[in-house]
């Protein structure tokens, strides 16, 4: 498998080192030991201290970096790519192409300030179960990089053809390209669903709470002195309230445009292309082949504008939440279509018997009435009655919920395909390839023994491993079986 | 709901070994045995008057050690060793595991990636050993625990071979 003798190796670009520095990636390591010293012997207060400290810390930066691209290069053979790194422990990875599963290039702002990319190539590891492993190629010349992309994604499959040349920010289209063909583009008004998806919510979150936290280890005399109003009236509740929720909006809106800014999904020969970002620009390829089904997730937020977001199951394909996005927000109707394409849908889901919404309202409303039970118990004895009206509402809550997490159910099997769907606060449905279900699993607690209910996981080597239809009917569970897998699959039912 | 329903797919045609549950109730009799030392160290080192909780665990641990014990070495291996069963087909490999909560899993051979044999201190004790089928998806592995380990090892040994001959894409 490993070329008999590796090509001398490749360097990254020399601007790379600029963008180290700047980042200090090397020397982030040796950052707090210098604090440290520097805690310990006292810096002194005049500015030279800290000029030299700074200066101190951009050589070492420097040369940390130097001394990294010195020692990296890398090398593409005709049947494996090969890494070369380290100072002492020289460490050198051979991972041979046909093992390449998905090829990475991505441009964060500063590299892009330098006109270079990085690479990340992701290969299966052995026979491990979960394996991934990947190469990261850190600095390269935009062009390099699109080039290694091309020849380890082609050499693997097909005598190196020209290059194809996927520099969409120009329009310096290469006539001889492959035909590309645009599946979905990010359409800017889809921003405004953004404020009702939990992930992009989270954003102006984090952002407020490292804002609170800078300003809690800012030295004492640069906080402003600032008055706060000492009577909490309506109209300042209420403006502060109007507020919170702007910047939420705001920030969220803004959020989902940094990371979709842009978002393009084309086909091109065996493969789909991804490409989207404000500050880092992704380019994240995905091979037709090896996508085994897709999931269109609906958040409640989201359900209620009619939103979607659809990724596809691919195997050994790490990180797979993020790179397998095909489409990261948007109208429901488009997430399906774009679905539809990739698998075909096995029909209509069959809605679960009503054992399961029983099952689903009592266990919602189970730990309401747990409280509940405590809280009467504390009214009793303490006279504590906040937690029995606690109780209550919870309670009174699982019944929706129970029935959302019911209706959310349902299965369908096909004759290519599969689908299950499960989830009220992220809904999610999930379409597989009959060739992804590699195993079934069925199980059956004692409760659901009583109700004649069954859950069926069909376990998959793509995404998150296994998919469940969730309180089939169990006289059905066999019959599902059998319809998304076939004959192997037969050795499960009951009469045989 | 008065008669127990069927089953939802039927049993594998094999049961384990007998000595599995003379291996469940040597590991029921070690873990009390376990929990009666730890109760026994509370009892001795933490004072008697020590406030609420400590009396609450003084009067719980005792009835949770038994209730663990009555469990652990005279229901469980039973009732495990009742459900648990296994399977080879032509086309597949089928296992029952459980004792409340049943899973049985299937896992076609044409999909299989490694079979591993492993052995634990305990089971060599009793002449076992636990067949591991892998296969590419994390939730799809079959353990066909305690088998006689001539038998395990045969089992392993037809299975890779026969995952040799019929592997597809395997993923």
Redesign the interface.
């Known amino acids: 498998m490993i070329d008999p003798a590796p090509q001398p190796g490749e360097r990254t670009s020399p601007r790379v080192l600029l963008v180290h520095t700047i980042t200090f990636r090397q020397a982030r390591a040796l950052a707090p030991v210098v604090l440290g010293i520097g805690a310990a012997r006292g810096l002194g207060d005049g500015p030279a201290a800290l000029v030299a400290l700074v200066v101190g810390i951009t050589v070492l930066s420097l040369l940390a970096a130097a001394v990294s691209w010195w020692r990296f290069s890398y090398a593409v053979g005709d049947r494996a790519v090969v890494v070369t790194r380290g100072l002492l422990t020289r460490s050198v990875r051979t991972v041979p192409l046909d093992r390449v599963r998905g090829v990475e290039v991505e441009a964060p702002l500063l590299h892009r300030v330098f006109g270079l990319v990085r690479v990340r190539i992701d290969a299966a590891a052995g026979?491990s179960?979960?394996g991934t492993e990947e190469l990261l190629v850190d600095g390269v010349p935009r062009a390099e990089g699109d080039r290694l992309r091309a020849v380890l994604l082609t050499r693997r499959a097909r005598p190196a053809a020209g290059e194809p040349e996927p520099e969409h920010d120009a329009a310096q289209d290469d006539p001889t390209e492959p035909v590309e063909e645009e599946i979905a583009r990010f359409d800017n008004r889809w921003l405004l669903y953004a404020p009702l998806v939990g992930g992009y919510l989270a954003v102006p979150l984090a952002a407020v709470g490292a804002l609170t936290r800078l300003a809690d280890e800012l030295p004492e005399r640069f906080v402003p002195d600032v008055e706060g109003p000492d009577v909490v009236d309506g109209p300042v509740v209420a403006i502060a309230v109007v507020a919170a929720v702007l910047v939420l909006v705001l920030g969220s809106v803004i959020g989902a445009a940094v990371v979709n800014w842009r978002f393009r999904l084309v086909r091109r020969g065996g493969s789909l292309i991804a490409v989207r970002g404000l500050v880092t620009r992704r380019h994240t390829e995905l091979e037709i082949d090896?996508i085994?089904g897709y999931t269109v997730s609906e958040g409640l937020g989201m359900r209620l504008v009619g939103a979607a977001r659809a990724s596809a199951l691919v195997?050994?394909l790490g990180d797979a939440a993020r790179r397998g996005q095909l489409f990261p927000l948007g109208p429901r109707a488009q997430a399906w279509s774009l679905g539809e394409r990739i698998v075909e849908a096995p029909g209509p889901l069959r809605a679960h018997p009503p054992a399961a919404r029983r099952r689903a309202v009592v266990r919602s409303v189970v730990p309401g009435s747990v409280v509940l039970l405590a809280g009467a118990v504390l009214t009793a004895t303490l006279g504590w009655w906040g937690v029995l009206v606690a109780g209550i509402v919870l309670t009174v809550l699982g019944v929706p919920l129970g029935l959302g997490l019911y209706a959310a159910l349902g299965h369908a099997a096909g004759p290519h395909s599969l689908a299950v769907r499960s989830g009220w606060l992220l809904r999610s449905h999930t379409v597989l390839q009959r060739?992804a279900v590699?195993?079934?699993?069925?199980?059956?607690?004692?409760f659901q023994?009583?109700a004649?209910l069954?859950t069926v996981?069909a376990?998959?080597?793509?995404g998150s491993?296994?998919y469940a239809a969730v309180d089939?009917a169990?006289?059905e569970?066999?019959g599902f079986?059998t319809t998304a897998s076939g004959?192997?699959?037969g050795?499960?039912?009951?009469?045989? | 709901?008065t008669a127990?329903?069927?089953?939802?797919?039927?049993d594998p045609a094999w049961p384990l070994s007998r000595s599995a549950i003379g291996l469940w109730t040597t590991q029921g009799v070690i873990s009390t045995v376990v929990y009666v030392l730890a109760l026994a160290a509370f009892f001795v080192f933490v004072p008697g008057d020590a406030g609420t909780p400590v009396t609450l665990v003084r009067w719980l641990g005792p009835v949770l050690v038994v209730v663990h014990g009555a469990l652990a070495i005279g229901v469980r291996p039973r009732l495990r060793y009742r459900v648990h069963r296994w399977e080879v087909?032509d086309?597949?490999v089928?296992t029952l595991t459980g004792w409340?909560?049943?899973?049985?899993?299937?896992?076609?051979i044409?999909?299989i990636?490694?079979v591993d044999v492993t052995r634990g201190v305990l089971q060599g004790l009793f002449g076992l050993s636990t067949v591991l089928v892998?296969?590419?998806?994390?939730?799809?592995?079959?353990r066909m625990p305690h088998l006689e380990t001539d038998v395990a090892r045969r089992v392993a040994d037809d299975l890779a071979r026969r995952a040799e001959l019929v592997r597809d894409?395997?993923?």
Do not use: K, N, Y
Request: with cysteine.
């Open positions: 026979s179960v979960t090896r085994r195997t050994g060739r590699i195993g079934w699993q069925v199980r059956q607690s004692p023994r009583r004649g069954a996981v376990c998959v080597g793509a491993g296994g089939l169990a006289d569970a066999a079986v004959r192997w699959a050795t499960l039912h009951p009469s045989s | 709901m127990p329903p069927p089953a939802p797919v039927r087909t086309e597949a089928f409340l909560t049943r899973t049985w899993t299937l896992v076609p044409s999909r990636q490694t892998l296969t590419a998806s994390s939730q799809g592995t079959v894409e395997a993923t």
